[in-house]
């Protein structure tokens, strides 16, 4: 169902099949484009057209430097696009068939030499980049505005990845070589690659706009974005920013071992058809990566499948480098070692995905509006960045470690082509988990979790109603206080919910406990004194609406909470802090609420105020309403 609100997003549940494989093929053909490049472009240039090494590093590291920030003008001319197709399907039209034209470009043999060839190399890069931008930026940006829901999400998040690693890995980087051979080889060979590829661009992304929905919904705001505004979204949403820090060092390793798999292969163990085995089985693992990131994410977390992501490759690495002494030939362990990678970076092009898009809606959270192109333009930025660091890596190592092409290579340049191949991806993907580990909040529990601070207590509720308590002959026990019975209401409806508080060593806190622990409310860190007592609290609903209550709370166990019982690691995981009334009072829990607003301000946690009493829950429980209706910000 189409969403006919202002809510940002096409479809309200569930994208339409139709929509979302045809979404997906579209990946086929652009990444089929971009592998083209990422793996061959290189190799063509130093070895099928001679330009030196060095200058194409420096080439690529200023083409995809300048390429890397032109993206973010893309994402704020997307963002800022309003025509009767909406913002994404006029620049997919206009990108494709102009970086198709390029593409070929690039891959066709002018018979230059001297500087003449070093300005074409260096201008068709330039624009094949430029170009692909503008296709490139608009595709993954629709992903964010097509679902909210969390688990559609994650399924149209990873079914273009799993076309993109069809085509880039699969294809590509797995049959390259003997397709390039089989259609003449050398110059003649790449050239018709080239052209079959330009054309199944084309087929693939109008499958794409043809089937997408041909006007994406508004989301309240017509204020058009400047450019100096790209640095307020990066600047106040925090996420973002450790966002594109852990996807650009995990692209260092991605990148590196796309950039120099077949240097590897070629010159450290001189069998240019080992790249086949690894590619081919890497690329089904990474297909297979892609297809259980759901299920994955499903029965372990969101942050279990970035552990595995983060831990695969280096593992596989580290076997690759290895059997590079031992056996470099030897299929089979190379193959596995393809596998134990590419299932790692497979989970993680599913992960990352999926981060971009929380990272938009975190970002309308804090913000008030939507990006979707600037932040997905992050996306492409960080690939290009990272992209522009390892070419001049490469381009400068081979250089200075004497490399001559389509020759026996000395054991200097084989080492430094194994530390680029093998250990400089598993540093820069082992950082990127530190990061995500100690940075980044916005996983499964953090838009989930609610941390409730304050009064629990025994309510006495009148059987009859509509009178004053000095009416009243008889009461129902029932556990109450705002924060307590907001916890109970958010694990009654699927979230996660924790309390902080302080009862009684007494028959009331027991009963309290007794009542909220089997609705899978956390109560690990609420405390138990014999200083004070359980506090209790009669309430009566008069005709006239209005609420009579009795406090007896001379003081309460609740209100001797201090600061010192409030502990960080609570906040650790993110979330939203939720308090009341009580935190006004002057009493230790009015300095309980200092420590944890503080804790949670570090955490980069919410914080609410507000008033749920214990009619609200019956009703959240008894009615139709959902976590969502209950706290909009969720």
């Known amino acids: 169902m189409e969403n006919k609100s202002n809510s940002g997003v096409v479809y309200q549940g569930k994208i339409p099949g139709r929509v979302k494989y045809c979404f997906a093929f579209g990946a086929l053909g652009k990444d089929l484009i971009y592998g083209m490049i990422a793996t061959f472009s290189m190799i063509y240039f130093t070895d099928i057209i001679k330009v030196a090494p060095a200058f194409i590093g420096t080439m690529f590291f200023v083409a995809k430097l300048w390429d890397a920030f032109n993206d973010l003008f893309m ?32 891959f066709t043999d002018f018979h230059l030499s001297g500087v003449s060839l070093c300005v074409f190399a260096s201008v068709v890069y330039v624009l094949w980049g430029m170009t692909y931008t503008i296709m490139d930026i608009p595709y993954w940006s629709i992903i964010p505005n097509l679902t909210s829901d969390p688990e559609e999400r994650e399924k149209v998040s990873v079914l273009p990845r799993i076309f993109a690693s069809i085509g880039q890995s699969l294809i590509i980087a797995g049959f390259g070589v003997q397709i390039i ?20 661009f084309i087929f693939t992304m109008a499958v794409c706009v043809i089937n997408l929905p041909k006007k994406q919904q508004n989301t309240g705001t017509t204020e058009k974005m400047k450019f100096r505004d790209i640095f307020t979204v990066i600047k106040k949403n925090d996420q973002l920013r450790w966002a594109v820090l852990l996807i650009l060092l995990y692209n260092v390793g991605i990148q590196a071992i796309m950039g120099v798999a077949t240097y590897y292969f070629s010159y450290v163990c001189n069998n240019a058809g080992m790249l086949s085995a690894f590619m081919i089985s890497a690329s089904v693992a990474e297909v297979v990566g892609l ?5 994955v994410t ?12 983060c831990t695969l ?4 690495l580290i076997l690759l480098l290895v059997v590079g002494f031992v056996c470099p030939s030897n299929i089979p362990l190379t193959a596995i070692a393809g596998i134990i990678v590419k299932t790692g970076t497979g989970l993680e092009l599913g992960c990352a995905t999926v981060f971009l898009a929380d990272v938009v809606d975190y970002g309308e959270y804090v913000l008030g509006v939507r990006n979707e192109g600037v932040i997905f333009s992050l996306q492409t930025l960080i690939v290009k960045f990272t992209a522009a660091f390892i070419a001049l890596a490469i381009g400068f190592v081979l250089e200075l470690t004497g490399y001559v092409p389509n020759t026996v290579q000395t054991l200097a340049t084989q080492n ?6 093998c250990i400089v991806p598993a540093l820069g993907i082992i950082l990127a988990y530190v990061v995500f580990k100690t940075k980044y909040k916005l996983n499964d529990e953090f838009m989930k979790k609610v941390i409730s601070l304050g009064e629990a207590f025994i309510e006495f509720i009148p059987h009859e109603k509509g009178q004053s308590l000095n009416n009243v ?26 309390m902080l508080t302080k009862l009684g060593v007494d028959s009331f806190g027991d009963h309290i406990l007794e009542q909220v622990e089997p609705l899978g409310v956390d109560i690990s860190k609420v405390l138990r004194t014999k200083e004070a007592n359980t506090a209790l609290a009669f309430v009566s609903l008069r005709e006239d609406g209005e609420r009579d209550f009795s406090f007896y709370r001379n003081p309460s166990a609740d209100m001797l909470l201090n600061a010192s019982e409030i502990e960080e690691e609570v906040f650790e995981e993110g979330g939203i802090l939720h308090f009341c009334s009580v935190s006004l009072i002057d009493a230790p829990i009015k300095d309980a609420h200092r420590k944890a607003i503080e804790f949670a301000k570090n955490n980069n946690c919410s914080t609410k105020f507000f008033i749920f009493s214990a009619s609200d829950f019956i009703a959240s429980i008894d009615s139709s309403n959902t976590l969502s209706s209950l706290f909009p910000h969720l």
């Open 473 to 498: 002959s008889n009461f129902l026990r029932v556990a109450g206080g705002a924060p307590l019975n907001v916890a109970a209401a958010v694990a009654k409806l699927g979230g996660n919910a924790q």
């Open 313 to 316: 490759p280096p593992v596989g």
């Open 416 to 421: 430094s082509i194994r530390i680029l191949m």
């Open 181 to 200: 051979k089989g259609l003449g080889g050398n110059y003649i060979g790449y050239h018709r690659f080239a052209l079959i590829i330009a054309a199944t």
């Open 298 to 309: 499903k029965l372990l977390s969101r942050k279990k499948a970035f552990l595995l992501a």
């Open 291 to 295: 297809l259980i990131f759901p299920k």
């Open 75 to 106: 994402g704020m001319i997307v963002d800022n696009t309003r025509s009767r197709w909406g913002k994404f399907v006029p620049w997919l039209v206009i990108g494709t068939l102009i970086n198709s034209f390029v593409f070929v470009t690039v």
